[in-house]
């Protein structure tokens, strides 16, 4: 099998930050975003390699959330670097910047959510967290 190459292809990051598939986050989580990823571009190579992984293991659709928690363990259980932190709300800018710079390989892999469809889902489930049971209304 020929193993990809991992280097994201030179963008001009002021293009990115103007792409429709931003839109709708939240521009202060937007700006963090862009910002931590300035700074930490390695992020978004794991991103790209486990998202690679899923795939070769035959997923054609998968959780942007599911390799944001492997980065984690990766980097924290497997490298032991430390006690890393990534922010959740950074998951679905990751998944899009996937999608804008990688098309072929992504373009239907992740359900785009914005921020707030993510809130009213968790809300409309009645989570209870003391018992970790559904709660039904009714």
């Known amino acids: 099998m020929v193993q990809k190459k991992l280097e994201t292809p030179e963008v001009n ?3 990115l930050k103007e792409h429709e ?5 939240v521009p202060h989580i937007l700006e963090r975003f862009w910002d931590f990823h300035s700074a930490n ?14 795939q070769a293991a035959g997923y054609s659709k998968y959780s942007i959330r599911a390799i944001h928690e492997r980065i984690r363990w990766h980097l924290n259980i497997e490298n032991r670097d430390g006690l890393f932190k990534m922010n959740d709300h950074h998951m679905p800018c990751y998944s899009r910047l996937l ?11 992740f359900e785009l959510r914005s921020p707030q ?3 009213k889902v ?10 970790k049971e559904e709660v039904t209304n009714g």
Request: aromatic letters at 20%; charged letters at 25%; proline letters at 4%.
């Open 21 to 25: 598939l931003f839109e709708d986050i």
């Open 122 to 131: 968790y809300k409309q489930m009645n989570y209870h967290a003391d018992t």
């Open 41 to 54: 571009p390695n992020i978004f190579i794991l991103f790209l390699r486990f998202a690679r992984e899923v």
């Open 99 to 109: 999608i804008i710079l990688h098309p072929e390989e992504f373009e239907n892999f």
């Open 117 to 119: 469809q993510c809130v």
């Open 13 to 15: 990051i002021e293009f």
